[in-house]
Nanobody, 123 residues
């Protein structure tokens, strides 16, 4: 399975960005997707996750109300709409996939990872 993340860039505080992650290869018949991020000098942290059916979503407290995760299974793509961006949102954002229907914030539960896309928010 290959995951290709895109959509990062340099924006100002308060702006919006939409990240995309396209999956290809031998994906599981059902898989949950997650977004994680890693800021310079910090550990990778959970951002958001979504179940295969999109019936379940899960957000980190730091992004709740500002970020929205969604998916289009026909396109094997997951999105992260990021609004009201803050300088502390600056990080490399990674998408990840895991087989099955369980949605989890634990990075170790994810089987495949994309290469990351850089989001920089200036103040």
């Amino acid at each position: 399975v290959q995951l290709q993340a895109s959509g990062g860039g340099l924006v100002q505080a308060g702006d919006s960005l939409r990240l995309s992650c396209a999956a290809s290869g031998r994906t599981s018949s059902t898989y949950a997707m997650g977004w994680f991020r890693q800021a310079p000098g910090k550990e990778r942290e959970f951002v958001a996750a979504i179940s295969w059916s999109a019936g379940s979503t899960y957000y980190a407290d730091s992004v709740k109300g500002r970020f929205t995760i969604s998916r289009d299974n026909a396109k094997n793509t997951v999105y992260l709409q990021m609004n009201s961006l803050k300088p502390e949102d600056t990080a490399v954002y990674y998408c990840a996939s895991k087989a099955g229907v369980v949605v989890t914030p634990a990075p170790r539960s994810y089987d495949y990872w994309g290469q990351g896309t850089l989001v920089t928010v200036s103040s």
